[in-house]
């Protein structure tokens, strides 16, 4: 399965934009590069997910590289209540073939 | 539009008890998966079904774990016997037709605690 690379951990202040990268050197053609986010006990959130464009939501931006092997996950102005667990995801091969790492978690500071 | 539900959400026991979870995922997700997350890491999928039908089963240790999927809606993960190094929280999710561009919705999972 192809791996992705996360910083451990972050920091941002509040109300500042975050850019959350991801490293996935091994990427296929097909997979693709899906963003999770996980608050204190909860299960993880869908935030977003792209092919080879750029996409926007209402949650979130993601930025891809033109070679794919890497992405970053944007957020425009975070809030106290976007510090969580971010996991970047591979998902490929027809059916969903999941595999979490350990994420990146997001400490926003007031 | 009611989420994954996930029963009980605290589970207690002793090791070689057994015990066993339950999920209903939202209605009409042909996918459902079964998510094991020790503290500190991120989750490891055990199980996923295609309506009734197992697609990956290859990290559920079949020695102790088991589960169903009767009629492809509700779930159960049974664990027999329990080992201490099985408390975790176990998540359930459902996908709505488990392709890789569908969304997949989590229940706010048990938490099992093996003593």
């Known amino acids: 399965d192809a791996k992705t690379t996360q910083p451990n951990s972050m920091e941002s202040n509040e109300e500042e934009p975050v850019h959350l990268p991801c490293n996935h050197s091994t990427i296929s053609g097909t997979d693709y590069i899906h963003w999770y986010r996980q608050l204190p006990s909860q299960g993880p959130e869908y935030v977003i997910h792209g092919l080879t464009s750029n996409v926007n939501n209402r949650m979130a931006s993601l930025a891809i590289a033109e070679d794919r092997k890497s992405s970053t996950l944007i957020l425009h102005r975070a809030t106290l209540r976007d510090a969580a667990v971010y996991y970047c995801?591979?998902?490929?091969?027809?059916?969903?073939?999941?595999?979490f790492g350990i994420g990146t978690k997001l400490q926003v500071i007031p | 539009e009611a989420g994954v539900a996930q029963s009980p959400r605290y589970k207690i026991i002793e090791k070689r008890q057994s015990v066993a979870f339950w999920c209903n995922p939202i209605s009409g997700h042909a996918t459902l998966y079964w998510y094991q997350q020790i503290l500190g890491q991120g989750p490891k999928l055990l199980i996923q079904?295609?309506?009734?039908?197992?697609?990956?089963d290859s990290q559920l240790p079949k020695d102790r774990f088991s589960a169903e999927r009767l009629k492809g809606v509700d779930s159960t993960l049974k664990i027999q016997p329990a080992k201490l190094e099985d408390s975790a929280v176990y998540l359930c999710?459902?996908?709505?037709?488990?392709?890789?561009?569908?969304?997949?919705?989590f229940g706010p999972g048990t938490r099992l605690t093996v003593l």
């Open positions: 999710a459902s996908s709505l037709g488990g392709r890789v561009t569908d969304t997949q919705y």
């Open positions: 995801i591979l998902m490929g091969g027809g059916y969903q073939k999941v595999t």
């Open positions: 079904f295609q309506n009734n039908g197992v697609v990956d």
